[in-house]
């Protein structure tokens, strides 16, 4: 009998190192690049980027600020020593000062300019919507790379028959490739919204404490036209085409739910997809990538699990619910603004875009390897097919000089016969045979075979595909082709 004491504490000496929790998202999943916009050095170094913004626009426009204060500051942008930092914001406790302590140590000469008619909003909201752009400009970049890899695949099976579902039962026949421009077409309604966010998302610019630029119109002596381009060239030297007209201290958190909003809509057409491709795989239809060496279940060696579709799933039903929390930061943000709203954003912003990051590497690699089996597609259909083949078979019937109303029974007779075959004994559909063996039937008795070949069920789905690449998704990846060719800092295409 086993003497371990299992409530026994952790030795001080163990386990060192691994006694913090890791936010999987981080550590396991996203890309690095996705990482680093969300990352101490990305978020503290672009509020170096913004004091510098701003002493340059103050300077043009008259302030008492020199240029070597600016070079300083500018030659220590990335010199940013954390651990002074925490300790300044230990002392204030504030953030935002700590870090303008921790910038003045190493640019001495600036300290007296930096964050000068500010608030702390001025640098924490600015950065948001920086950081909000970047994400979404490599979100908008991997919606490209997916869209490429599985235009290929659409392409490759366009005219590939394969039973088409309504409320999981079997339907008429559609393609392979058809249903794939069903989950492409849903990635494309993302990507142009994902592409609109990004042309008219606006900084929150020079606002002041309450957003009426009153600290702004005190350090320019009531001077109004000099604070409206003050704003105006702040928002110029970050690179944003505009700032959000009005705000109280923060821009409004609505911009926030549209975003996230955005990200739900892109996991919402991730978790479709995979969903289909995990019911397909246990058709054994079609089946996501598996490694070589990689292992199904602990318990059953033979199974071959979509983990990387379930993991798609996972995060997309993660991803799907922020929306939520979004409208309701917004909702109770009281008159100018209050700090309820700041804890959830530092875990939903980040983690919505690191999360959809993830499903789209994923939805990626899927595509990517996605492995067809065309012999057990075809055989799915030609069990369901001569079921579906007997209104065209009856036509021709007609055609040929035969009664509809009786050829319609015996249709029917010889249906049920063959779905209580099929049912009530295990035994493959034989509706052909039965037909085969019906003198009703002898107009077609030679050339059954052919009226229920799968590719003459498919409708226009092959043209649909062509139509549906050609029209619609080749003219969004041809306007972004520059960015199927760039590599993310993990060195992967994206």
């Known amino acids: 009998m086993s003497t371990f004491d299992f409530s026994a504490p952790v030795p001080e000496d163990a386990l060192q190192g691994f006694k913090k929790y890791d936010n999987p998202l981080v550590d396991r999943y996203a890309s690095t690049e996705m990482s680093y916009i969300w990352s101490p050095a990305s978020k503290f170094s672009t509020w170096r980027k913004l004091w510098i913004c701003l002493a340059t626009a103050e300077k043009e426009l008259g302030i008492a600020i020199t240029d070597s204060q600016i070079r300083e500051m500018e030659e220590n942008v990335f010199n940013i020593d954390f651990a002074k930092a925490a300790e300044f914001e230990s002392k204030f406790r504030h953030d935002v000062m700590g870090h303008v302590h ?9 300290m007296p300019i930096i964050h000068l008619g500010a608030t702390s909003c001025f640098i924490g909201d600015n950065t948001d919507c920086i950081q909000l752009r970047e994400a979404l400009v490599l979100i908008r970049r991997k919606l490209v790379k997916v869209l490429d890899t599985m235009r290929k695949f659409a392409e490759q099976y366009k005219d590939l028959p394969t039973l088409g579902f309504t409320h999981y039962q079997p339907a008429q026949l559609t393609t392979v490739g058809k249903r794939c421009t069903l989950w492409m077409q849903d990635l494309l309604l993302d990507l142009e919204k994902v592409d609109a966010e990004i042309a008219s998302l606006p900084m929150r610019g020079v606002k002041g404490t309450t957003g009426t630029q009153a600290s702004f119109m005190e350090l320019f002596d009531g001077d109004g036209g000099k604070v409206k381009a003050l704003n105006k060239r702040v928002v110029e030297l970050m690179g944003f085409e505009r700032a959000i007209p009005v705000s109280g201290q923060t821009y409004t958190r609505k911009i926030d739910y549209h975003i996230l909003t955005l990200l739900s809509g892109v996991c919402q057409s991730a978790y479709k997809m995979c969903g289909d491709v995990r019911l397909l795989a246990n058709l054994k239809e079609v089946e996501e990538p598996f490694a070589k060496s990689q292992i199904g279940s602990s318990a059953m060696a033979y199974k071959r699990n979509p983990m990387r579709s379930e993991r798609v799933c996972s995060l997309s039903r993660y991803v799907m619910t922020l929306p939520q ?3 309701n930061t917004h909702a109770s943000q009281w008159f100018e603004r209050t700090l309820d709203d700041s804890a959830i954003r530092r875990i939903i ?3 919505a875009f690191l999360a959809t990051d ?3 590497n994923l939805l990626d690699n899927i595509s990517d390897g996605m492995h067809v089996w065309p012999n057990v597609v075809r055989k799915h259909v030609m069990e369901e097919l001569p079921f579906m083949s007997t209104e065209v078979i009856l036509m021709e019937c007609v055609k040929a000089g035969g009664d509809r109303q009786e050829l319609h029974e015996a249709v029917r007779v ?16 034989d509706l052909m045979e039965r037909l085969a063996a019906d003198p009703l039937f002898a107009a077609v008795h030679d050339r059954l075979d052919s009226l229920i070949e799968p590719a003459l069920f498919v409708g226009r789905a092959p043209e649909q595909v062509t139509e549906f690449l050609e029209e619609e998704v080749n003219p969004w990846l041809d306007k972004f082709a520059n960015l199927l060719k760039v590599q993310n800092k993990d060195g992967v295409n994206v």
């Not at 010889?414 to 559909?429: D, R």
Request: aromatic share 2%.
């Open 325 to 327: 929390a979004a409208a």
């Open 414 to 429: 010889h249906s049920m016969a063959a779905g209580a075959v099929v049912k009530g004994e295990g035994k493959p559909n």
């Open 102 to 110: 921790a910038f003045g140590e190493v640019a001495p000469g600036a």
């Open 349 to 351: 912003l980040p983690e």
């Open 358 to 360: 993830v499903v789209l």
